[in-house]
């Protein structure tokens, strides 16, 4: 679907759809097959790394398979890093573009930490920001919790609903730090998280909404921990998600989003990281300068950044549709990156489309919607 300003006037919606087919199941030997490498420096956050390519990233065993089948992706913890150098990282994007209509889960057992450590599982769409991204999984230094959040251009508010269980922190999603909500539940980040054996989240990009899941590993529904890698989901009996975005007058989602990728990335110190103010408040005393840069990535890189990586036993995404995903090349460093669609139907639902000037009738097993669209 090519980029347009979508004003939905809804006009009912007679269900929901609660099951999932499996379309990508990324793990073990072939999960770096539906990846693209970044292959340049931190140009976005400002932080001070390297994002390496494929063939430096395997070299340098920055991105491998371990012996219990899961992935690592890390941050350099081997090499001494000279003055005003950056130290080598990951960032990874899916090949894929995921429309509405679909679920991504992934199981991880650790996640980066320790002081200047930026992590982040997110998304985003083909024209970065105008195309909408989600954070999934993103914390900074020692924070004990992960947060989630909605980035937008101007005009989509998040109002909180009262079945999210997580924490709204700002409600702005066209902000620099988005509509943010802090996880309430324990174990989501830090030393916690692999402590409890890590965690899986799940995320419902819909046009209903945007939904986000977390379960510690004691926690997990049946529905998820009995499934497999070809095998539909079940998300009825999930129950209230950590963040909720519900679409409605306050942010029409199918107008700020479009289809989405999928990102890992590490980067150090950075726009958020390593601002002083929020580096001192837990990092201060972590080196004898007080400063992000000099104190960690500077220098040696055990132990500092020996907590710094990713363990992760799959990523699954799943659609309501029927159509196979195409993929697209996404390997050169840029924020307008353009692709084919993962899960086409954007109601994901059966539908038939009747277009008379300008509007949309659309007539899906869900119920009945107007479009109006303009260029």
Same mark, same amino acid.
């Given at each position: ?14 269900? #929901? ?7 990508? +199941?990324?793990?073990?030997?072939? $999960? ?9 420096? +931190? ?9 390496? +390519? ?23 913890? $081997? ?19 995921? +429309?509405?209509?679909?679920?991504? %889960? ?15 599982? @997110?998304?985003?769409?083909?024209? @970065? ?29 998040? !109002? ?23 996880? &309430?539940? /324990? ?9 409890? *054996?890590?965690?899986? @989240? ?5 046009? &209903?909404?945007?939904?986000?899941? $977390? @379960? ?7 529905? %998820? ?23 409605? #007058? ?5 107008? $700020? ?24 408040? !837990?990092?201060?005393?972590? *080196? ?44 050169? /460093?840029?924020? !307008? ?29 869900? *119920? ?8």
């Amino acid at each position: 679907m090519s980029r347009l300003s979508r004003y939905v006037l809804a006009l009912c919606v007679l269900g #929901s759809v609660a099951g999932f087919d499996i379309i990508r +199941d990324y793990s073990g030997e072939s $999960f770096f097959d539906g990846w693209d490498f970044y292959g340049f420096r +931190d140009n976005l956050t400002l932080g001070n790394v390297t994002w390496v +390519d494929y063939d430096t990233a395997l070299s340098q065993r920055l991105a491998y398979v371990n012996d219990a089948g899961n992935v690592i992706l890390k941050v350099d913890n $081997f090499t001494d890093v000279p003055f005003n150098s950056t130290r080598n990282s990951i960032r990874i994007t899916t090949q894929d573009f995921y +429309d509405f209509g679909s679920v991504w %889960i992934i199981d991880a057992v650790h996640l980066p930490y320790g002081c200047s450590v930026w992590p982040a599982f @997110w998304s985003k769409g083909p024209l @970065w920001p105008n195309d909408g991204e989600i954070d999934i999984i993103e914390a900074i230094n020692v924070m004990p919790n992960n947060q989630m959040a909605l980035h937008t251009t101007q005009g989509c508010i998040h !109002t909180t609903p009262p079945d999210q269980t997580g924490n709204s922190i700002f409600a702005d999603c066209g902000i620099p730090a988005g509509c943010t909500v802090g996880e &309430s539940q /324990p174990n989501s980040y830090e030393s916690g998280f692999a402590a409890a *054996g890590g965690g899986v @989240w799940a995320t419902q990009f819909d046009v &209903s909404g945007i939904y986000i899941w $977390f @379960w510690s590993r004691p926690n997990i529904p049946p529905s %998820i921990t009995q499934a497999n890698s070809t095998s539909s989901i079940d998300i009825s009996t999930w129950g209230p998600p950590s963040a909720s975005y519900p679409a409605g #007058s306050n942010c029409n989602v199918t107008q $700020f989003f479009t289809p989405q990728q999928l990102i890992f990335d590490i980067t150090l110190c950075g726009d958020w990281a390593g601002v002083p103010s929020i580096y001192d408040s !837990t990092c201060s005393g972590a *080196g004898p300068t007080g400063n992000c840069y000099l104190d960690n990535v500077m220098g040696p890189g055990s132990p500092k950044y020996d907590n710094a990586y990713f363990e992760v036993s799959y990523v699954r995404t799943y659609t309501t549709g029927t159509s196979a995903p195409s993929s697209t090349s996404a390997s050169v /460093p840029s924020a !307008t990156t353009s692709g084919t669609v993962a899960a086409n139907d954007p109601s994901g639902a059966q539908r038939l489309q009747i277009s008379l000037a300008g509007t949309v009738l659309l007539i899906s097993s869900w *119920g009945i919607g107007l479009y109006l669209i303009a260029a």
